[in-house]
């Protein structure tokens, strides 16, 4: 089955729930495989279905054993994907969750497609209650929205990249689930942005590691709910001397802005979001959660009011040729500055 990976992810997710749309309702009797691997429904829908974006294979989310021959399995659940990889640990309720996508984990829209697929599949399963986002590839969290997806595309692509990004920070601004940030290397615009849409920061204490919305620095502008997200983390006037420069904060600086919560040794990094994850998941879910949504809800509130009207504008500024020039060149700079 063919299509844009945003409709096959709106395809998949409604078969799943057995909606309108999306056909079957969910089957009353479960196959012996599925009931023991117990997998959440999402999964098992999305498996079946075979209507995953064609990007990504079939998401595997079968027990990963972990541990040697003869002790007892950890009680662990992996899926993956192209993208991201995931690793739920049933017993403390906390998944891993990894980007994967050299060079630089740039947020293309197969890229938020599978990062809003497996941020569904984990807030619908009830054995996760908190995931720690971090990255594989070496000295690099992520570079942000892939700019080839807003260069030299038609006006329908635009639309549906922009709707992508929106729905993935949606998901992630929104989520139940305790989110922290595992920052091991660079974090530019969009890639800032996931770590902002995070319960908690924690970055590897290298220098040579920058954060920060930097889209000026490009000549295109941050929109409101990227601002909205930055001014609820560090404040109003720290969030418009940095918009307004594009600032990359290094790691040091971004810790005195409280850009981030703290800075620890890289290889101490995952260690550490571990204990912070323990510490949050410590108190009870529904009232953190009332907590959350009363914290967030106005900005994520303003974005589902005005969601057509900023696709309609995104799609205005970014087909400028003006702007498309300014990317074109960013774009030359990246490159020239590798030789
Ligand atoms: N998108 C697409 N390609 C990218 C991106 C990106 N964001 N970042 C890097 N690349 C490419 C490079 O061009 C290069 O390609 P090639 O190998 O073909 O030459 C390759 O990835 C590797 O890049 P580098 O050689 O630069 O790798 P380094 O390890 O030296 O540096 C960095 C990694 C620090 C991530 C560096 O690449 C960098 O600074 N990249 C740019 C990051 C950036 O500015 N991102 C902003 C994206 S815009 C955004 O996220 C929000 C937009 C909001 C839009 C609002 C409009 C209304």
């Not at 802005?257 to 101490?268: I, S």
């Not at 998941?281 to 953190?288: C, F, N, S, V």
Request: aromatic share 6%; with cysteine.
């Amino acid at each position: 089955m063919g299509g844009s990976p945003r409709a096959r992810h709106r395809r998949a997710v409604c078969r799943w729930r057995g909606g309108a749309r999306g056909g079957a309702a969910p089957p009353r009797t479960l196959e012996p495989r599925q009931k023991m691997a117990a997998a959440p429904i999402l999964a098992r829908r999305i498996a079946r279905s075979g209507v995953l974006p064609l990007c990504c294979r079939p998401p595997s989310w079968d027990r990963a054993p972990r541990q040697p021959l003869g002790l007892p399995l950890a009680p662990c659940r992996a899926f993956s994907n192209n993208k991201i990889q995931v690793e739920l640990d049933e017993s403390s309720g906390v998944a891993m969750m990894k980007f994967k996508s050299p060079p630089v984990n740039s947020l293309s829209l197969d890229f938020l497609t599978e990062f809003s697929i497996s941020l569904e599949k984990l807030e619908n399963d009830r054995a996760c209650r908190g995931v720690i986002i971090t990255s594989t590839i070496p000295k690099i969290f992520s570079s942000g929205l892939d700019i080839m997806e807003m260069c030299g595309k038609n006006m329908e692509h635009y639309g549906e990249f922009w709707r992508a990004v929106q729905e993935l920070w949606l998901r992630l601004y929104g989520s139940n689930m305790v989110t922290v940030a595992a920052i091991n290397g660079s974090s530019p615009a969009g890639g800032c942005l996931i770590a902002l849409s995070c319960d908690y920061r924690i970055m590897a204490e290298n220098p040579k590691f920058s954060i920060g919305l930097n889209e000026a620095q490009l000549g295109i502008v941050a929109p409101f709910w990227f601002k909205d997200t930055f001014v609820n983390v560090v404040g109003h006037r720290i969030a418009e001397r940095s918009l307004q420069l594009g600032s990359l904060h290094p790691a040091p600086e971004a810790l005195k802005l409280g850009l981030v919560d703290e800075l620890v040794p890289e290889e101490k990094l995952l260690e550490k979001a571990s204990a912070i994850m323990a510490r949050w998941l410590a108190l009870p879910d529904h009232a953190r959660q009332l907590t959350k949504s009363m914290m967030r809800k106005a900005v994520l509130d303003h974005l589902v009011a005005h969601r057509e009207e900023d696709i309609k504008n995104f799609i205005n500024f970014i087909s400028k040729e003006s702007i498309q020039k300014s990317l074109r060149m960013y774009m030359e700079m990246l490159k020239k500055k590798k030789s």
